[in-house]
T-cell receptor
Framework: RKEVEQDPGPFNVPEGATVAFNCTYS??????FFWYRQDCRKEPKLLMS???SGNEDGRFTAQLNRASQYISLLIRDSKLSDSATYLCVVNKLGGSQGNLIFGKGTKLSVKP | NAGVMQNPRHLVRRRGQEARLRCSPMKGHSHVYWYRQLPEEGLKFMVYLQKENIIDESGMPKERFSAEFPKEGPSILRIQQVVRGDSAAYFCATTAASTDTQYFGPGTRLTVL
């Protein structure tokens, strides 16, 4: 089983659509979870951290299910500028520092 | 990129040459992580350094690759005798001691001819 596994994508959606990405991780000791966004040929940028209680930032909602080792990202009212690859990321050591384990990413394309 | 600097941004080398990639952390950050992204692949951890120390190099290939983070100056990822398979984007990320939020530099795109 891969350490971090994501929906393969690509997701092609119209503007205004709601889209959901899923991710599973294999290490039950992982403590920190993130969604990063990566535009073509650019560096990853932190979109949001993911907490057990779930968290929301504007149009973006992240959920974590520790029992199922499952993470999700929901994007409401998609914008053209949301087009990017979304990376599910898990902290390997389970502590405050450590190397990050990245999923391969799910590509989102929002069309007019 | 939150102030993390990498240079060069693009590097072309012929097989057998050496590649040196530099990463300057943002102010206040003393931890550096190097990642490699092969075409159409996810980022893979290579090495984690603090000033003058390698903390975790479990992702580094056993040969030809080395990394350092001296007391003064940037962190350097060195690839000796490059091969075509080394062609990739190399990103560094830095973090302050008390937080696990990593900020990425813009990357160095290495092309081996």
């Amino acid at each position: 089983r891969k350490e971090v596994e994501q929906d393969p994508g690509p997701f092609n959606v119209p503007e205004g659509a709601t889209v959901a990405f899923n991710c599973t991780y294999s290490n039950s000791a992982s403590q920190s979870f993130f969604w990063y966004r990566q535009d073509c040929r650019k560096e990853p940028k932190l979109l949001m951290s993911v907490y057990s209680s779930g968290n929301e930032d504007g149009r973006f909602t992240a959920q974590l299910n520790r029992a199922s080792q499952y993470i999700s990202l929901l994007i409401r009212d998609s914008k053209l500028s949301d087009s990017a690859t979304y990376l599910c990321v898990v902290n390997k050591l389970g502590g405050s520092q450590g190397n990050l384990i990245f999923g391969k990413g799910t590509k989102l394309s929002v069309k007019p | 990129n939150a102030g993390v600097m990498q240079n060069p941004r693009h590097l072309v080398r012929r097989r057998g040459q050496e590649a040196r990639l530099r990463c300057s952390p943002m102010k206040g950050h003393s931890h550096v992580y190097w990642y490699r992204q092969l075409p159409e692949e996810g980022l893979k951890f290579m090495v984690y350094l603090q000033k003058e120390n390698i903390i975790d190099e479990s992702g580094m290939p056993k040969e030809r690759f080395s990394a350092e983070f001296p007391k003064e100056g940037p962190s350097i990822l060195r690839i000796q005798q490059v091969v075509r398979g080394d062609s990739a984007a190399y990103f560094c990320a830095t973090t302050a001691a008390s937080t696990d939020t990593q900020y990425f530099g813009p990357g160095t795109r290495l092309t081996v001819l």
